[in-house]
């Protein structure tokens, strides 16, 4: 079973992508009263219409996600218009902790994934609060901003965004870095395929794609983010071995330790299975060692109490 906690928009986003995708039956949880049962059954609704066999419950109690094998944490105050994801610190610190001591004695098997901004720095307390396996906490956060990479640079190129291999680096956040020298088209980097000025137009509207769609439409992303998800949790749940950009913990990968950036890595059964490599330049290291100090300080500034349990 796959376990969602956080029935609002990217929550429910990513159980109807996962519902189409039949991955496994679904339980939404949610404090707020009567919502992860209405949204439930709305979702079990169209289900039913399309034809597919996906049993999709909701609950305000944590308990009912014992014996999930998947779950996925999209908890937590959104981005409202002109809000950085950093400014989330404080507001999601506390909300993370108590979900990992739920997951903890009601599914501590699970693999866990979160969406919870600012998503570096609410990965690694997480992964602290847990104290598992770094190959069972992951941070979904890669596979929307390299998706937006190839999604601006495809319409640059006039081709489809499938044809792209993008790379995208760092943190989740004002510092991430796109890396157009290493994201291809048949193994054709983008910086052979697009004048200057285009890389820097791609590469900056990717960065600001969040802070766009916020302030379109007065809310953050969640389709997005849901599909992100939903193919995470397939490679996962069928045990696919696919190569994805995420953000996990670093014990000297990038020459980095003790911190969560996003990097590539390899997601099959039980988790993240491998982390990728890739040979940056002296430039494109010093980009990373930013972005990573960026986070430190965010997780330095979460009150140290979340990071133990009592």
Known sequence: MITIIG???????AAAFMM????????????IENKPQGEALDLGHAASILGLSVDIRGSNDFKDMAGSDLVIVTAGFPRKPGMTREELVD??????????????????????????????????????????DRSRVIGFSGVLDAGRLAYYASKKLGISPASIVPVVLGQHGQAMFPVPRLSTVLGKPLTELLKPEEIEEITKETVEAGGTITK???YSSNFGPGAGLAVMAEAIKKGYNKAFIASVYLDGEYGEKDVVAEVPVILGKGG?????????TDEEKAKFHEACESIRKLVASIDPKYFKRE
């Open 7 to 13: 029935a609002g928009k990217v929550g429910t986003s």
């Open 20 to 31: 189409i995708k039949e991955l496994d039956d679904i339980l939404l949880i949610d404090i």
């Open 91 to 132: 507001k999601n610190a506390g909300i993370i902790a108590d979900i990992a001591d739920k997951i903890l004695e009601y599914a501590p098997n699970a693999v866990v994934m979160l969406t919870t901004n600012p998503l570096d720095a609410m990965t690694y307390l997480m992964y602290k609060r847990l104290g598992w």
């Open 216 to 218: 379109l439409r007065g």
């Open 272 to 280: 993240m299975k491998k982390i990728i490599e890739l040979p940056l």
